[in-house]
């Protein structure tokens, strides 16, 4: 699988952590940022599954 195959972040550079240590640009925490050079595309998805929960908890509140 070539680099450009991968699953792509997420970041929309609005690099801002809030009081929950989660971006506001693109709803990963720091920990999640940090190691996503490093993850499997299987990890990513993963990852990104919760970024699309934590925008929807964001549009409510």
């Known amino acids: 699988m ?3 195959d991968r699953v792509s ?3 929309v550079s ?3 952590l809030d009081e929950n240590d989660v971006c506001v640009g693109c709803q ?3 920990d999640e940022i940090m190691q996503w050079s490093r993850m ?3 990890e990513r ?3 990104l ?3 699309a929960i934590r ?3 964001a549009m409510i509140n």
């Open 14 to 16: 609005i690099c801002a």
């Open 55 to 57: 925008e929807q908890k």
């Open 49 to 51: 599954e919760k970024v």
């Open 40 to 42: 499997s595309d299987e």
């Open 9 to 11: 972040s997420p970041c």
């Open 28 to 30: 990963r925490t720091s």
């Open 45 to 47: 998805r993963a990852v």
């Open 2 to 4: 070539s680099r450009r």
